[in-house]
């Protein structure tokens, strides 16, 4: 094993306050991701500090809720969260700076989800 | 007093800089940029999502045809990925190959980079030369795994063609005096008035801010901050004694050192890596199909790299995801435009070493 990676299950409503913690602790926004599964999308939101990956996971079983961005305490996340709306379909709420679905220019819109299918 | 008139400028997605297309819209006052906002996805291929139809064993070929520059080292971080989630140990030999051809990747990769600077500040001569000595690397890469840019040697379990200790030796031999041919045009980079005028205390990245934004590889490591992936010790790295290149100024000079400083480091290391690397197998025979969840981080030429691998024990993976460097390097770049000129905006765009292939995977 190359590192001891963490991985943390969340609800959603817990996602800015644990993203603060890890903003107020000096961590760094590695990446966010979102994966479809047949029961729900995951959306990971990955940390590092000194080289201790640690990855946030919620869990989104309905399209139509919105997910909190967290670009407001990471700025750097509007890149991620614009490409997880523009591929996936997911709702981000309050995004620091909201592209509205023109983020990709793809000729399938939300190529990752291409239905829209709820999970 | 009224204020200044504000113009928003259009800077690609097609300029003479970029390679590649990415787009900015830059607000102005006069000619000082006050604003940048980033456009991508232009050419955006969605080949993450061929995992769902090519075997995990497969798909190292499409991981390394993301990027035509950084081929092998998302070949590599694919491979580990998928080797972490099976618990499958990669013999040393292979190892070191791997680190081997990383080093050799991004020399040529940095080599390129300041080509391609020389030549946005319109410094011909000198990007002529630099890409004159990018080929002999090109070349050893080509004698050793049989192609310039798409190495075709990653594989999980380990590698696919190994390299003869009298082959080493040559390369070792061939390198001692490429540094020195190096240091020849690397000082016209660091020396020259002209060069420095253009890039020294220009767009000024603080140390926190590179941080914060997430930015990754030589744009963070120039503004002080020492974080390079390779000392989490994957591949031989964890045998090998380096530190990471650091810079303070933060500016584009710093970014330009950082990457020159990591040439020879690479050179270096790769002879740290030929004194140490044994006789033995280069691959395990690999059974079975992968059955979890994997974060592989490298150290790409323009910074970490992550592949994300999740797979449900079936043949094709749920999902990989890549995050690439230069897509974590975004918001810095839109962060250092505000307040310089906008004659600077092509070269400091340049200085995040953009790859917008990689980007748009």
């Not at chain 1, 969340?10 to 990446?31: A, C, M, P, W, Y």
């Amino acid at each position: 094993m190359i590192e001891e990676q963490k991985v943390i299950n969340i609800e959603i409503k817990d996602l800015l306050s644990q993203t603060r913690d890890f903003f107020n602790s000096g961590h760094r926004l590695v990446q966010i991701g979102c994966t479809k599964l047949p029961e729900c999308l995951e959306i990971n939101y990955s940390f590092d500090k000194e080289h201790h990956f640690i990855n946030l996971k919620i869990k989104l079983v309905d399209l139509n809720v919105e997910v909190p961005s967290v670009s407001n305490i990471y700025w750097c996340a509007f890149l991620y969260e614009n490409e997880i709306h523009d591929l996936f379909g997911v709702k981000f709420k309050d995004i620091a700076l909201d592209y509205k679905g023109n983020f990709y220019r793809t000729s399938v819109k939300r190529g990752f989800n291409p239905q829209n299918e709820q999970p | 007093m009224n204020s200044p008139k504000r113009t928003i400028i259009p800077f690609g997605p097609q300029h003479p800089v970029l390679p590649e297309p990415i787009h900015l819209d830059l607000v102005v006052e006069d000619e000082k940029v006050i604003e940048a906002i980033p456009s991508l996805g232009f050419i955006h291929r969605g080949l993450e999502r061929l995992v769902e139809k090519r075997d995990f064993i497969d798909f190292v070929y499409v991981a390394e045809r993301i990027c035509g520059i950084c081929s092998f080292i998302h070949g590599l971080t694919y491979c580990i990925a998928i080797e972490e989630i099976m618990q499958i140990e990669v013999p040393k030999r292979a190892n070191y190959l791997r680190l081997i051809w990383s080093e050799l990747s991004r020399i040529h990769s940095h080599l390129l980079w300041l080509g391609l600077m020389a030549d946005g500040f319109g410094f011909e001569a000198l990007f002529m030369h630099t890409w004159r000595l990018r080929e002999k690397i090109l070349d050893i890469i080509e004698e050793t795994t049989g192609g310039r840019i798409i190495f075709g040697s990653a594989k999980i379990g380990g590698v696919r063609k190994d390299i003869s200790s009298e082959k080493l030796a040559q390369i070792l031999e061939k390198l001692k005096n490429y540094a020195q041919e190096i240091r020849e045009i690397t000082n016209v980079f660091i020396n020259d008035s002209s060069v420095k005028h253009r890039l020294v205390g220009v767009g000024v990245l603080s140390k926190e801010d590179a941080y914060i934004l997430g930015a990754v590889g030589p744009t963070l490591r120039a503004s002080g901050v020492g974080l390079d992936t390779r000392k989490l010790g994957y591949a031989a790295y964890k045998e090998i004694d380096f530190e990471p290149i650091i810079e303070t100024a933060g500016d584009s000079y710093s970014r330009c050192l950082v990457r020159i400083r990591e040439i020879f480091q690479s050179i270096e290391i790769i002879k740290q890596a030929a004194g140490k690397i044994e006789p033995g197998a280069i691959e395990v025979k690999v059974t079975g199909t992968p059955n979890g969840e994997f974060f592989a981080r490298t150290e790409q030429p323009r910074g970490e790299v992550i592949y994300y691998a999740k797979a449900d024990g079936s043949r094709f993976l749920q999902r990989l995801r890549v995050r690439t460097p230069t897509f974590a390097n975004v918001p810095a770049m839109v962060k250092l435009l505000p307040g310089c000129q906008l004659a600077d905006v092509p070269i400091l765009v340049l200085t995040i070493d953009p790859c917008i292939s990689c980007t748009e995977r």
